[in-house]
């Protein structure tokens, strides 16, 4: 019986093989939403002023809440010598039940972040060892773990922040790199899970490209991402609560006597105007990629309209509301389907173009 020589091209797959390109992507969109719901809590944990209730930064043993009272009695004294504590919260008073909960936001928000390193890095480490990953991705994948790592070090750096000195908040500037660094995570692992499910359907599908069009709406978005982290950083929300004037003025009145970098990155009312008014610009930006990839990728152009026009009715209300806790979780959490929507339509663009090139 004759046999039929095999091209190198199809030794080569079947060396790599058993590559379950599929089973990846999925595994990285559970890590992805886990990341959307790690955001919300965020906000939560912000809007209740839980960040700092927890002073210590213990990896490990830090996942057990404490058990007893007296252990909670320690607990309550560390929160207790915080500048937050002293120059705030020791004004009114704060009894041991309302201390519980502000530890709990905080105690569930690392906890969650423990189990998203436990789900991205235990399955990384079975389908690296099945020899499971297809060729090219197991440098993308470990950069995603490395950004999970970096993560949780800005994440206790944020909270150092607020913890000594006389700043009764953490930094704004160490609380938007945390939210802008779990956010582009999560665009990460939407873009490689969109790249897996192509090559599931065609294994010579190449991944997709980073267009010039795409980089210019996320820079777009990017700074929009940044101001409102300072905004929710300085509770800057409530420099106004009525909508489109701010305290009955277009223009708010700002105190540039601090000098025009300090006011820029630190006044309230000047932050709370920027993003309000550098939303309409990322509504365009986000409205021209949407229809750009309309009939590349319908559902992606349905995702991004969906995801701003939310947004910014959200933001509209956590305005209007005075900041009402769940409005404003609910615009956070939009905040990040809205990077996933955008990162499914900025890889749309580049398989586009990638066709087009090829």
Sequence with gaps: MATTAQSPVSLDRQRES?????????????VALMIVVIVAVGGITRLTESGLSITQWQPVTGILPPLDQAAWEVEFAEYRATPEYRFEAS???????????????EWFHRVIGRLIGLAYALPLAWFWMKGAIPRGYKPRLFALLGLGALQGTIGWLMVRSGLSGQMTDVSHFWLSVHLLTALFTLGGLVWTALDLRRLARDPAARPASLTAASLA?????????????????????HAAYDWPLMNGRLVPEIDWSGGFWWTLTHDPFLLHFLHRWWAWIAVAALVWIARRVRKAERRASIAVHSAFGTMVILGIATVMSGVSLWIAVAHQLTGALLVASL??????DGVRQRATAD
């Design 18 to 30: 058993p590559a379950r390109p599929l089973a990846l992507a999925r595994w990285l969109e559970l």
């Design 91 to 105: 004004a009114g008073g704060m009894t041991l039940a309302e201390f519980k909960f502000i530890y709990f936001w």
């Design 217 to 237: 709406v996320a820079i777009v978005v990017f700074m929009q991402l940044l101001l409102g982290a300072w905004v929710a950083g300085l509770n800057a929300g």
């Design 343 to 348: 990162a499914w339509a900025m890889h749309a």
